[in-house]
């Protein structure tokens, strides 16, 4: 494969497939890419030779570890309107991978976080491997869990999807499975039988059926009945109300992450996640464009990416410090209408 470009396109019998390609940093998602890949969706959706789209990545450690945000951060910090741009164009095709005609494959191995989940979870066939690792972890860098997370998370079993919002909790194959984030777990070393298959013509229910294995146990699955227990509360106070009267390593210890996360980006994300158990994928995704708007105009963002990319300190300083200083007149204002700047579809 080339190095120098960034996401691959092309045709194998009737099935058109996409590799990202920035290995060297685990296939972080360039707002080139975004660009690249809707269009090219587009053409497959119309090209009668392409029955189904495969997307995968370049290298063994990550599918996708998000979007590329030392560019987001700089851009931000300067002023200029493309990290706006990307969020739109990123929201965009996102909702059209959502809604795409034809069999989206996702073949997710390694690192799959934030960007990433954006063009392989909203599609119609997810398939992970033993090597997949999955988080929404936004809240540690002052952002929110977004990329179709409004929809996707409150759909999970029970409070897993409050629960994974606000930890950044990391998912292995048999929890991503259980959390209904992956379809079904094809080992990584029969990915490329997966997709002879489906080069052969095979149906892709059948050859994603015939290739898929059983998982192991959940872990998520034993803690169900806790998770659901603390984050059923009313609010993200009263999770940790809870959590701390639980008293147990896991409880104590979920409590002491929630707090180091952004406390606005907390608050705010406790509200997307009831908010997104309503709407329809097309409000979710123009809800996360109005937070958008609002977290790139706060000190938070910078500020994570600064102590998590740049600095690597590690601490943050957030501001507000802290959750009790987050009015909700202040999370209101970030769910507020965008008015002409609203996120439409075409």
Known sequence: MSDDVEILFEQRGPIGLVTLNRPKVLNALTYTMVKQLHPQLQAWENDHSIEAVV?????????????????????GKAGSPEVINF??????????????????????????????VGVSVNG??????QRLLFAMPETGIGLFPDVGGTYFL??????????????????KIADAVYAGIADVYVPADRHEALLARLVAGENVDAAVTAEAQQTEAAPLAAQQVQIDTCFSAESVDAILIRLEADGSDWASKTAEIIRSKSPLSTRVAYEQI????????????????????????????YEGVRAVVIDKDQAPKWDPATLDVVTDERVAGYFASLDDNELRFD
């Open 55 to 75: 997307i995968q990545a370049a290298g063994e450690k990550a599918f996708c570890a998000g979007g590329d945000i030392r560019v987001l951060h700089d851009q």
């Open 87 to 116: 969020y739109r164009d990123e929201y965009r095709l996102n909702r059209y991978i959502k809604r795409y005609p034809k069999p989206y494959i996702a073949l997710m191995s390694g690192i799959n976080m934030g960007g990433g």
């Open 124 to 129: 119609s066939h997810r398939v992970g491997s």
């Open 154 to 171: 409150p759909r999970c079993p029970g409070e897993i999807g409050m629960y994974l919002g606000l930890t950044g909790a990391r998912l």
């Open 274 to 301: 009831r908010a997104g158990a309503q709407l329809d994928f097309e409000d979710c995704m123009s809800l996360e464009f109005r937070l958008t708007n609002r977290f790139m105009a706060a000190p938070d963002f």
